[in-house]
């Protein structure tokens, strides 16, 4: 158990609402990661955040923000949904500085109608 | 940049046959590289991995080995059992940088009948 929860973990929208995904750790570690899994693409990565306030874009971070204001929460928000959004989404933490090995989140199954 | 390609699925074996799963890498410099299980419903798992040239990581049966002269680390197990059933995931991340940003291959369904 990597100590991670997503919320929610299934959620159905409709195109143009804004919609938050939150990633919750109880172990206090710097680094956080939103991906998303879509079929034939493996995981993409949308945003990481090394520290509170410290984030930066991935390859695919269009039309999604992110906000890390405590060291346990990482918040994914999609300002206005599009059906290309729909997808899995997944957080993933880094535990140790030196050794880039992420442990993941159970993710959360997101439909935009 | 850096890129990750692996063999086509789903890959069908029956119990106890031997697995490979192909994986090759673009990167530049020494990269870690992963593989990662996802079984279904679940988030991924790390399965094992090799962190420098002719590095062989091994867990649960699985084993791959760091090749940078042909730039691969196939998955292989000797005798699958159905519980192997799931997606694998081949990744890599930059040596070098402390952010870690990971990059995957596509995924292979493993199915495994008795």
């Known amino acids: 158990d990597a100590g991670i929860t997503q919320s929610p973990r299934h959620k159905v929208t409709e195109t143009g609402t804004p919609v938050t995904l939150r990633c919750h750790q109880t172990?206090?570690?710097?680094?956080m990661y939103w991906y998303r899994q879509d079929p034939g693409h493996g995981l993409r990565l949308i945003h990481y955040s090394y520290g509170v306030k410290d984030t930066d874009k991935g390859e695919v971070s269009d039309g999604y923000s992110v906000s890390r204001s405590k060291t346990e929460d990482f918040l994914l928000t999609l300002e206005s949904a599009t059906s290309s959004q729909t997808s899995v989404y997944f957080c993933?933490?880094?535990?140790?500085?030196?050794?880039?090995?992420?442990?993941f989140g159970p993710g959360t199954r997101l439909t935009v109608l | 940049g850096n890129s990750v390609t692996q063999m086509e699925g789903p890959v069908t074996l029956s119990e106890e046959a031997f697995l490979t799963i192909n994986c090759t890498y673009t990167?530049?410099?020494?990269?870690?590289l992963f593989w990662y299980v996802q079984y279904p419903g679940e988030g991924l798992q790390l399965l094992l991995k090799a962190t420098k040239a002719d590095d062989k990581g091994s867990n649960k049966g699985f084993e791959a080995t760091y090749r940078k002269e042909t730039t691969s680390f196939h998955l292989e197990k000797g005798s699958v059992q159905v519980s192997d059933s799931a997606v694998y995931f081949c990744?890599?991340?930059?040596?070098?940088?402390?952010?870690?940003?990971?990059?995957f291959g596509q995924g292979t369904i493993l199915t495994v009948h008795p």
């Open positions: 993933a933490i880094k535990k140790r500085e030196r050794v880039n090995e992420q442990f």
């Open positions: 990167a530049t410099g020494y990269p870690s």
């Open positions: 990744a890599l991340s930059e040596s070098g940088t402390s952010y870690g940003k990971l990059t």
């Open positions: 172990e206090n570690h710097r680094y």
